[in-house]
């Protein structure tokens, strides 16, 4: 008998291994992504103070491209990316959350860096 695991069990597993490594400071805050099936958020958060300090997501009027796609996720990083250098945040340590770095988390990542966002 062949045992199924649940995806999002082991995601939340490789979430825990990830999180001990990565830890967001002033100077350095993280930037995490987090995909739903209808849509995508990043947010940059401060762990040290427990703040969010910048957060964008397709739901948001600043993101002119709606849904779930790699183009949503690219405007996403876009917007993310624009906000964080408004704020004066230009450096960040990037949190996948346990997804693969593929697709729409890629996507994000590069659009992110290619507006000026160091990771």
Do not use: W
Request: glycine share 6%.
């Amino acid at each position: 008998m062949l045992k199924v695991s649940d995806r999002n069990k082991v995601r939340k597993k490789r979430k825990l291994r990830i999180k001990e490594k990565i830890k967001g400071t002033a100077e350095r805050p993280r930037l995490c992504v987090y995909k739903s099936l209808k849509h995508i958020y990043a947010q940059i958060i401060d762990d040290s103070s427990a703040r969010t300090l910048v957060c964008a997501s397709t739901i948001d009027k600043d993101c002119k491209v709606k849904g779930n796609n790699i183009e949503a996720a690219k405007g996403v990083g876009m917007v993310i990316a624009r906000k964080a250098l408004k704020n004066g945040i230009d450096t960040v340590v990037f949190d996948r959350n346990g997804y693969v770095y593929k697709g729409r988390v890629k996507a994000l990542a590069d659009a992110a860096r290619n507006e000026g966002l160091k990771f």
